[in-house]
């Protein structure tokens, strides 16, 4: 017998086509059936609109809202329309993923049925759940690959060229997730020490010999604040 039972629903688009084509359109209905299949009620569906197609982080303005309503007499379950539809990049996936878990949020997949956050239990559905994630992945370095191709024609056209970059531009995406989570983690009163190694437990690369130490977390942290300050 189904659970009756309220839940939130989240849909996300990454590109302009979507936005103004059908990307919402075909993820809302995919979350309807899959709760009306299990006798669920949608309270609420958030739309997250990253034009861009960069935002792969926490710094997400719908999700931020949905993970600080869930809970209490509010829903604690959150249907998607896949996994990806989270992120595409593996690491923020998985990172996104435990931030559900350490709130007690569940995520349901409607093409799959698959309750993805407490997949810790069964190495089998994390292993399905990371290839997924992987491949999206690659599909979208497929896209990154092509735009780059495009910088590259325009800096010969053009005569400019670029100097190694700062770590937090040669991948912006990730590197926004960690300044963001970093700060979250801090204004919890979490300490340097503890970040590094919750860190060093991800696939994610320090800046500098590639380990997190608690003086490259500070580093980055304060550098990051200093910049928010001149914004």
């Known amino acids: 017998m189904n659970e009756q039972k309220e839940v939130f629903g989240y849909v996300r ?63 604690t379950t959150v249907v998607v329309e896949r996994a990806d539809r989270l992120a595409r990049d593996l690491i923020v996936g998985e990172l996104l993923f435990r931030e559900c878990q350490s709130r007690g949020v569940e995520v349901y997949s409607a093409d799959s049925g698959e309750e993805l956050v407490n997949a810790v239990a069964d190495p089998t559905r994390i292993l399905i759940r990371q290839v997924l994630g992987a491949l999206a992945q690659w599909e979208k370095s497929s896209l990154v690959k092509k735009l780059r191709a495009a910088r590259d024609r325009k800096r010969l056209k053009t005569g400019r060229c670029e100097g190694p970059l700062p770590w937090a531009q040669t991948n912006p995406a990730e590197a926004a997730l960690v300044l963001a989570w970093i700060t979250a983690e801090r204004e919890r009163g979490t300490s340097y020490n503890k970040i590094a190694n919750q860190l060093n437990g991800t696939s994610t690369k320090s800046p500098r010999s590639g380990r997190w130490g608690s003086s490259i977390v500070y580093r980055l942290h304060n550098d990051y604040l200093d910049s928010l300050k001149t914004l």
């Open 13 to 75: 688009v990454s590109g302009k086509g979507q936005v103004d084509g059908d990307g919402f359109a075909r993820q809302e209905k995919a979350i309807d059936d899959f709760a009306a299949s299990k006798g669920w009620t949608v309270k609420r569906i958030f739309y997250e609109r990253a034009v861009s197609g960069t935002v792969e982080s926490m710094d997400r303005e719908a999700f931020s809202e949905m993970m600080n309503l869930c809970g209490g007499v509010l829903p």
